[in-house]
């Protein structure tokens, strides 16, 4: 399984980006999906996930009312819609797949993760 984000970039304080993450491998729709990032010197923290269907979401604290996670099932994607972004943000965001069993709250915690991709900067000037 291969993973690979994409979306990232340089935007003002306020603006927004639009991340994405292509999956290979089969039965992409059987595993829940996470987002997560890491800043300069800091260590990777967790931002958003999805269930396998879509219906359950669960987000990083700082990050609610501001970043929608979604998924398409036919297109193996997901994605990370962010909005109000500010300096706080900039990092390198990650997609991961979860094992087979994950849910969205163990994703949250760092746990029951499979793959992890490699990852798009994003970087928002003040």
């Known amino acids: 399984v291969q993973l690979q984000a994409s979306g990232g970039g340089l935007v003002q304080a306020g603006g927004s980006l639009r991340l994405s993450c292509a999956a290979s491998?089969?039965?992409?729709?059987?595993?829940?999906m996470g987002w997560f990032r890491q800043a300069p010197g800091k260590e990777r923290e967790f931002v958003a996930a999805?269930?396998?269907?879509?219906?359950?979401?669960n987000y990083t604290d700082s990050v609610k009312g501001r970043f929608t996670i979604s998924r398409d099932n036919a297109k193996n994607t997901v994605n990370l819609q962010m909005d109000g972004l500010n300096p706080e943000d900039t990092a390198v965001y990650s997609c991961a797949r979860g094992e087979r069993a994950a849910t969205t709250y163990t994703i949250s915690t760092n746990r029951g993760i499979e793959y992890w991709g490699k990852g798009t900067l994003v970087t928002v000037s003040s």
């Open positions: 491998g089969r039965a992409f729709s059987m595993y829940s």
């Open positions: 999805i269930s396998t269907s879509g219906s359950i979401t």
